[in-house]
């Protein structure tokens, strides 16, 4: 799956392009100083223009990719005289970027940009990865980087020297997105991860998906599991209409309204919610039961996220401790053998 973001103004547009068809998806994202910049030296401007954090949040399912609890948007038009500065990252599956203005004493964004890469593409070396998340971005924001002086910054410091190598050391590839770069700035410069944090963000976003609420409106139709919980004197449940006009039964018991997720939807609910950050199994089986109901959820997400292989080798915060063991002294080879067994594994749902 390959997506682009670009941040504009108020308003995010997601295109995700999935065999040819683009599927565009709405979402919004806000921005908040973390503390009231001050005029000060080029290190202080530099630090004060990653002080904000970006999230983008799926209007359908209100799932953040970057999580803050920013105010108000402060995206601003783009002012002809005012120094700007364009912040890039490259990770193992996208690129992101940022475009920057100084005004008032402190940055403010421009614009963002985010880009899954190709199969072919995330075969590249660290190198041209980086490479390719500043020409990307570049190709984007053509139309306000033309004509203007204006620096780079990206985090692999071998990028510094990129218009100071012989031609015959680089690639075709390299040569060429080199050459387009250099005709709008020549200009790179290296900053920190822990400086990148917006560029860097934006270059994690891996795919965006969302959950089609038509399908599970059709499969609510002939579900058993449904009539049994609208038998419950506990939940209140009342139709709600998709924005296809399906109607969709969902529980108004509590504060948030939760919709009924028939047997062949859970599983992937359960990924999308899990994938973001994967929380432990009390964080996970909180934040889905509060969104979505279905009889005996909590037992299946309990199951299915101590399931998850790669999650139990990463989070071990409980070791078993057994005592050292005694054995006799053996005076031949092989005269004792000692075997130990392991059995009854949880079984695994991936």
């Not at 059709?218 to 919980?229: G, W």
């Not at 039964?249 to 919610?273: A, E, G, L, Y």
């Amino acid at each position: 799956m390959d997506h682009t973001v670009t941040i504009n103004l108020n308003l995010v547009i997601i295109l995700i392009l999935i065999n040819v068809k683009v599927h565009v998806a709405e979402v919004f994202g806000k921005l908040r100083p973390a503390v009231d910049s001050k005029a000060g030296s080029a290190d202080d401007e530099l630090k004060d223009c990653n002080k904000y954090r970006l999230f983008v949040t799926d209007k359908q399912t209100g799932l953040r990719f970057l999580v803050d609890s920013g105010a108000d948007l402060s995206i601003i038009p783009a002012t002809p005289n005012l120094k700007i500065s364009l912040f890039t990252d490259a990770s193992d599956y996208a690129v992101g970027s940022v475009l920057q203005q100084f005004e008032d004493d402190s940055w403010k964004p421009l614009s963002f940009f985010s880009k899954t890469l190709s199969n072919a593409q995330k075969g590249h070396s660290t190198y041209d990865r980086e490479l390719l998340g500043i020409y990307l971005p570049i190709k984007q924001f053509k139309h306000i980087l033309e004509g203007r002086q204006f620096t780079m910054y990206a985090d692999h410091k071998p990028l510094m020297f990129a218009f100071e190598q012989k031609n015959e050391k680089g690639s075709p590839r390299q040569l060429r997105h080199l050459q387009y770069i250099s005709e709008f700035s020549t200009d790179i410069h290296h900053i920190g991860r822990k400086e990148n944090i917006v560029a860097d963000s934006l270059s994690r976003i891996e795919s965006i998906s969302e959950i089609d609420y038509d399908k599970i409106a059709d499969a609510q139709i002939d579900s058993k599991a449904l009539n049994e919980l609208r038998s419950k004197p506990s939940l209140h449940f009342k139709h709600y209409s998709s924005d296809s006009g399906n109607l969709l039964w969902c529980d108004i018991s509590t504060t948030i309204i939760r919709p009924f997720i028939p047997q062949d939807f859970r599983m992937h609910i359960f990924q999308k919610i899990h994938s973001l950050a994967h929380p432990g199994v009390k964080s996970t089986v909180k934040q889905i039961a509060s969104r979505f109901i279905w009889i005996n959820i909590r037992k299946d997400i309990t199951q299915w996220a101590k399931s998850l292989i790669h999650c139990q080798k990463n989070k071990i915060n409980r070791h078993t401790r057994a005592q050292i063991a005694t054995y006799i002294e053996v005076d031949d080879r092989f005269s004792v053998i000692n075997i130990d067994i392991i059995r009854l594994f949880p079984e695994s749902y991936f």
